[in-house]
């Protein structure tokens, strides 16, 4: 746990002197993201030994699993040929995290603050496990100016991109219908939030667990489609409750264009989370749309607040809120990556 409490007073630190170059801070946070996630013990994390019995059965197998998507055919065998593992998982993050903070230098007012809040909510940790899913939702990240620029052709190329790492992309092929139709209907999105917040938490709609699975193609996804939470936490609903007012008060308080696109992103995400609160493994289906939330969202709003006082007390709100989850986390092993343990 004490890595995380280390990485996290470094990012603080590196945010009190942001005002070195802009070069500098990228590659000391990328340093830091970068060695803790490689260095960590490959037995730490729910899904990663799942990841190198993978890697190790296409070595000596071949293709063997009907849930890889095509890239991995050509970048498993790559990488069991010349080296193993370990290097493998080296490039993956090493790749990850450059056009991660890429992105977010480019897209965030405040780069150093979106990935402080990057590893306060728990993204970080989720980077160790779904891994396919966590690269190909880069696709999905830079395909979002593309909506607000009204390129098609653009967007569909990443999106199609994207699949190839992770098919589950292919569900955000509306959003660029969506979010055009939405945008200028602020009562609307209010009113979804909030009416998806009451059916999502009672439970009014349980569309997925009625779902014939007898064709082929579904079957391997029943799981993620059927399985459901034994019990709502009281926890669950107030992180929900918290996301919804966000993402209202944003809506009334963003004013520059480009971050209000994010803003819709971010309001799609919670709704689907709130409606879909019962399916636990669904989460991973909108994970881009609460990365979008936390890496562009919450850096710009505190560009948008002008007032003082204001800013002051939504930073220190967001920043408790923050501490919170991610002690909670820490507490109860999120994705099964605490304790930390070196591999050396």
């Known amino acids: 746990m004490s890595i995380y409490i280390v990485l996290l007073i470094s990012l603080l630190i590196i945010g009190v002197y942001s005002s070195l170059s802009q070069k500098n801070t990228f590659f000391a946070v990328y340093f830091l993201l970068l060695v803790v996630a490689f260095f960590r013990d490959i037995s730490v994390g729910s899904d990663f030994m799942m990841y190198e019995q993978g890697f190790r059965n296409y070595g000596y197998l071949g293709r063997t699993s ?13 990488f069991y040929k010349i080296a193993d593992f370990r290097t493998y998982v080296f490039f993956f993050y090493a790749a990850l995290y450059f056009f991660l903070l890429e992105f977010v230098w480019r897209e965030s007012k405040y780069p150093v603050i979106a990935i402080l809040f990057y590893v306060l909510l728990g993204h970080y940790f989720e980077s160790f496990n779904i891994m396919r899913q ?39 092929l509306p959003m660029y219908f969506v979010s055009h139709w939405i945008r200028d209907y602020k009562k609307l999105m209010v009113m979804l939030l909030l009416v998806t917040l009451f059916i999502g938490y009672y439970g009014i709609v349980s569309i997925f667990s009625h779902l014939p699975m007898g064709l082929s193609q579904f079957a391997k996804y029943e799981m993620y489609l059927t399985m459901v939470r034994d019990n709502i ?22 004013k520059d264009k480009n971050t209000k696109y994010y803003v819709l992103m971010y309001v799609i995400g919670v709704c689907l989370n709130n409606l879909l609160f019962e399916y636990q493994w ?6 881009p749309l609460f990365l ?8 710009n709003i505190f560009f948008d607040i002008k007032p003082k006082y204001l800013k002051l007390t ?3 709100f967001l920043f408790l809120y923050g501490i919170g989850i991610f002690y909670s986390l820490l507490k109860n092993n999120a994705s099964g990556v605490v304790p930390y343990k070196l591999f050396f």
Not at 66 to 78: K, T, V
Not at 137 to 157: G, M
Not at 233 to 254: C, K, R
Not at 293 to 299: K, L, N, R, Y
């Open 314 to 316: 939504f930073i220190s």
């Open 233 to 254: 936490s009281f926890m669950g609903l107030l992180i929900n409750g918290v996301n919804t007012i966000l993402a209202i008060l944003f809506l009334f308080i963003v």
């Open 134 to 172: 966590i690269f190909a939702a880069l696709f999905v990240l830079y395909s979002v100016s593309y909506i607000e620029k009204r390129n098609l052709v653009k967007f569909l190329a990443l999106i199609f991109a994207g699949t190839l790492f992770h098919t589950s992309v292919i569900l955000f």
């Open 66 to 78: 009907e849930r890889l998507e095509p890239a991995w055919y050509f970048i498993y065998p790559f």
């Open 292 to 299: 979008i939330f936390i890496i562009i969202v919450i850096p």
């Open 282 to 287: 669904f989460f991973r289906v909108y994970n």
